[in-house]
């Protein structure tokens, strides 16, 4: 046996945020513990299945963790497994829940077992307080973080920069973001446009992290096409009231690429200029072009130009203005 104490902090980390940091940062500062173990559930009985595959949920823990933090990978279902297991290495065992877990704890598996194992510590979120018969240590805990069910809508300034990298180059959470904003209609339009400006990506030969970038912003590029008239005005008059003199019908491409700097933390420019650029191409440029033309030639779209269509895969500036030349007063 392995004489340490421990803190355990299980959950979906679905993602990790830094309210999760925050909680292993008030245990490690109030208990007497060696280290905090973050254990990722496969799959949480008493919740609804996870939407991200368990390898890239401890792959984001890991890129996060602190001192005195450690990943523990684990294939038990039920809390009691784990904590049996672990008993085996470590002789003295926090287990760390949320204020909003004790409402569950007689919903878990051998309750009554559990607790002649481990001692339970409640975190207190913003001072509230949770009424339990069950014996609890009970530490405050300043919680200024959202749930990962909202930064899984697209609260992703709750995210260590690291996980957002993460997120965004492997594009996890974005199709669900954009179910939030579109109908369905936008939906299959926008992954239509974001599977062929791959393809006409791939047919130019950029490299693979071009194409990472080009699929985000093909995907999410009609993300604020929905809003309201009024609700687009707002963002245009702040920050592009130049442009107040277009129609109100191509203002969301400017507005998405303020809405997705603010919301979604994303900062790559070439994925906000050409979601900029993709009513109205100003920027001339390959990456824009592809961009532009995948909205064109997309197969869902009704009266397609197959010339147009052909020659985006051969040459983006022709393809362009040849559009341009027929299509563009229309």
């Known amino acids: 046996m392995n004489y340490s104490k421990i803190a355990v902090i299980g959950g979906s980390f679905d993602p990790v945020h830094l309210g999760h940091i925050a909680m ?5 500062k109030h208990l007497d513990v060696d280290k905090v173990l973050f254990v990722p559930t ?5 919740k609804a299945e996870t939407t991200t595959p368990y390898s890239q949920r401890c792959e984001m823990l890991s890129l996060v963790l602190e001192d005195k933090m450690e990943l523990y990978v684990s294939d038990y279902a039920y809390t009691i497994d784990l904590i049996n297991a672990l008993q085996t290495q470590y002789q003295k065992i926090y287990f760390v829940i949320g204020d909003d877990q004790v409402k569950q704890l007689h919903l878990w598996k051998s309750i ?11 975190l207190e979120r913003n001072e509230v307080c949770t009424e339990s018969h069950y014996p ?3 530490l405050p805990f300043k919680n200024h973080f959202e749930s990962s069910s909202a930064i899984r809508n697209g609260e992703f300034h709750y995210l260590d920069k690291k996980v957002l990298h993460y997120i965004l180059d492997h594009q996890l959470y974005l199709n669900q973001i954009l179910k939030q904003h579109v109908d369905t209609y936008r939906y299959n339009h ?3 446009v974001m599977e062929t400006a791959r393809k006409i990506a791939v ?4 490299n693979s992290e071009e ?3 080009i699929e985000i912003a093909a995907l999410l590029h009609d993300i604020c096409k929905c809003w309201d008239k009024d609700k687009l005005q707002v963002y245009m008059e702040k920050h592009f009231p130049e442009k107040l003199k277009y129609s109100y019908k191509v203002w969301h491409g400017y507005v998405a690429s303020i809405y997705l ?5 994303i900062d790559n420019t070439c994925i906000l200029n050409a979601i900029k650029n993709h009513t109205i191409l100003e920027e001339y440029n390959r990456f824009n072009l592809v961009i532009k033309l995948a909205d064109i030639i997309e197969p869902l779209r009704q009266n397609v130009d197959n010339e147009v269509s052909e020659l985006a895969f051969i040459d983006l500036e022709k393809a362009y203005k040849l559009w341009e030349k027929r299509y563009k007063n229309d």
């Open 24 to 28: 292993a940062q008030t245990v490690l």
């Open 42 to 46: 496969k799959q949480n009985p008493l």
């Open 112 to 122: 009554d077992e559990l607790l002649s194992k481990v001692q339970f510590v409640c």
């Open 136 to 138: 609890l240590i009970r």
């Open 190 to 192: 926008s992954v239509s």
């Open 203 to 206: 047919a130019h030969h950029f």
């Open 211 to 213: 194409i990472k970038n």
């Open 261 to 265: 700097k603010e919301k979604l933390c």
